[in-house]
């Protein structure tokens, strides 16, 4: 079953085209995080990545828009603060990869896809409305400049992980793209304390959800409390309705073998 459009992003949903998820870079991103995780990534799966992320910035001619984003229904660029999260913590992660790679071969193909990965994260842009997105992704940039300030993430990603609603154009739904983001920035920058809170958020704090989202879990899944956040996997399960998703599959294999 194929998950990826014909630039190499990562969907919600199988066969895709190009513009079916407005949150593929994010997706995409994610799950190079997870495979490095898991030790399972690849040469292949990197530069699929960072050829994705280069056509990402590519431009229209015409319009002027970004023209992996620009479709007959909208025009106008949907760089949110997911994508860009998503993005930037998978070419870290891409770039940790050739950096061990170059390790071991010393070739200037590690060199170029180093290099590669640094221009891309320097076209992220410096400003970002939320604090812990201006934080956070300028850290990942400028470590020294914005150490300091990584307590404004750090808080932004407990309290996430303690909410279980968020409030989106006045309807109340349940709140896990803001916990799977928080995964993917602990899994990428060392915040242990932050990672011990969340994860204890998570996994020992019951929050009753409501009995229709009961639906979307998955009745096969044994020794689950279904009705309390108590896995990052269940959260995922919330999140990629499919069961054959690429990023349910990762998150599976690293809470069976303790990867988290």
């Not at 190499?8 to 495979?35: F, R, T, W």
């Not at 998978?90 to 071991?104: D, E």
């Not at 020992?204 to 309390?228: A, C, I, M, Q, S």
Request: glycine fraction near 4%.
């Amino acid at each position: 079953m194929n998950w990826y459009d014909d630039y190499g992003g990562l969907h919600l949903h199988p066969m895709p085209k190009a513009e079916q998820s407005e949150n593929a870079p994010m997706y995409s991103g994610i799950e190079i995080v997870l495979k490095y995780r898991d030790g399972s990534l690849t040469e292949n799966d990197c530069i699929r990545f960072l050829r994705f992320c280069e056509y990402l910035y590519k431009l229209d001619e015409n319009t002027g828009k970004y023209r992996y984003f620009t479709t007959p229904i909208s025009t106008n660029p949907r760089f949110s603060h997911d994508n860009y999260t998503g993005m930037a913590c998978g070419i870290i992660n891409v770039r940790r990869f050739y950096q061990k790679l170059h390790q071991q071969r010393d070739d200037r193909e590690t060199l170029f896809y180093i290099d590669l990965a640094n221009k891309l994260l320097k076209q992220i842009p410096f400003w970002h409305r939320h604090p812990r997105d201006l934080v956070f992704l300028n850290f990942l940039k400028i470590p020294f400049l914005f150490w300091p300030f990584l307590w404004v993430p750090s808080i932004a990603m407990i309290i996430s992980c303690y909410q279980t609603y968020k409030v989106r154009n006045g309807n109340r739904i349940i709140k896990t793209d803001g916990k799977i983001l928080a995964l993917a920035r602990l899994l990428t920058v060392k915040m242990p304390i932050t990672y011990f809170i969340c994860n204890r958020l998570i996994s020992y704090l019951p929050r009753e959800l409501p009995k229709p989202e009961l639906d979307t879990v998955d009745p096969e899944l044994k020794g689950f409390n279904r009705w309390v956040w108590c896995s990052w996997f269940l959260i995922f399960v919330y999140y990629f309705k499919n069961k054959h998703h690429p990023l349910r599959y990762l998150m599976a294999k690293l809470e069976a073998s303790n990867k988290l």
